[in-house]
């Protein structure tokens, strides 16, 4: 069985209330099952029921060699959408292409504005997915094209942007929610979890994890995380 969230999980046993629990089907190790819960469902809401993208229409991701943005990378690309993937640093430009990024961006700030105005021929995306923080909010609604739709994943970085609803351009869309609000109820949970299983099972998902560390470790995954020097996902074993 795996959970997407529950309060003590840094343990080697724990109760979990069994409407929170699914499945995990033969052939699905472990240790990929918990890595994909809580980053696999947060993406999979993302693209079929915040941005539901269709075939030939364009993305950007932040983060697009991080846990959550390489999962919305790979499942914007089983939809058949075009992907521009931004990530901090040179190093992590590979990992984005690998999950399947047509464009990949370098930038820590702000500053892509221009360049993917360039790469859409000035139309802007139709969706962004960002968790960026204040310091990427706003040009990433400028990146938008007309009701285009911003997916805000944050305050991952930084502190929440200050948002009055007449200073959103061209008419786009804002969606925020928290984990309680993509799976807020069995039926969703077990029908989210139970497409991302079908996928990895059928080898078109792909769930990196890229370190993995002992519980007693878990504030030196917290740093790393916090780094911005590390990609895919970042697992506790208690086994170790």
Do not use: C
């Not at 469902?41 to 941005?51: D, G, I, N, R």
């Not at 364009?58 to 990530?87: C, E, F, N």
């Not at 769930?207 to 995380?225: F, K, V």
């Amino acid at each position: 069985m795996a959970w997407p969230y529950v309060q003590g999980s840094y343990a080697e046993r724990i109760a979990v209330p069994a409407a929170g629990v699914v499945p995990v089907p033969d052939g699905i190790p472990s240790d990929v099952a918990a890595a994909t819960m809580m980053q696999g469902l947060t993406a999979h809401h993302f693209v079929t029921e915040s941005a539901a993208l269709a075939e030939g229409e364009t993305a950007l991701v932040h983060s697009a060699a991080g846990g959550v943005g390489r999962l919305v990378t790979q499942l914007l690309k089983l939809r058949g959408a075009r992907v521009i993937g931004l990530v901090s640093r040179e190093e992590k430009v590979q990992a984005a292409k690998a999950a399947g990024a047509d464009d990949v961006l370098v930038s820590s700030g702000g500053d892509f504005v221009d360049r993917v105005m360039e790469l859409t021929g000035g139309e802007g995306v139709h969706a962004v997915f960002d968790g960026g923080g204040a310091a990427t909010f706003w040009s990433s609604a400028a990146v938008l094209r007309r009701v285009g739709t911003l997916v805000y994943d944050g305050p991952l970085i930084g502190d929440l942007p200050t948002v009055r609803l007449f200073d959103l351009p061209k008419g786009v869309k804002l969606t925020y929610a928290v984990f309680a609000d993509h799976i807020h109820n069995r039926a969703l949970l077990l029908q989210h979890a139970g497409d991302l299983f079908d996928k990895i099972r059928e080898g078109r998902l792909r769930i990196e994890i890229s370190e993995r560390y002992p519980l007693g470790a878990a504030a030196q995954a917290h740093a790393d995380i916090e780094s911005r020097r590390t990609s895919g996902k970042l697992l506790l074993d208690p086994s170790r």
